[in-house]
């Protein structure tokens, strides 16, 4: 286990995210530009990187929807829960969502 969580930036594009640096070391997840529409390749891309993930790390939200979306679902099927980081008015949010202890897993 890290000492130090990562945050996973979806996409490494031209916005600074160093006052999200606070909350652990950022992982840019992609970079470049992003075809939307081919989710198999983005879902492989993300997939590799978070394979690493541990549950303490954190998925700072930004760039295209499809992303997070993709890297959501790996890690709350990873772990059950996804720990976000939000941007609001000028700083970032800790958000965390308990995926497992909202729905009923044998339905």
Do not use: W
């Not at 600074?16 to 879902?43: C, H, W």
């Not at 993300?46 to 954190?58: C, G, R, Y």
């Amino acid at each position: 286990m890290r000492t130090r969580p990562n945050i996973y930036v979806p996409n490494k594009a031209g916005h600074d995210y160093s006052s999200a640096e606070r909350f652990g070391s950022l992982v840019f997840l992609t970079e470049g530009l992003i075809k939307r529409y081919n989710t198999n390749t983005i879902y492989r891309a993300l997939a590799d990187e978070l394979n690493k993930a541990e549950s303490q790390d954190f998925l700072l939200i930004s760039s295209l929807s499809i992303l997070n979306s993709i890297a959501s679902g790996i890690l709350a099927y990873k772990f059950g829960r996804v720990n976000y980081l939000l941007f609001h008015d000028g700083s970032y949010l800790e958000r965390t969502v308990v995926f497992s202890s909202l729905i009923d897993q044998e339905n």
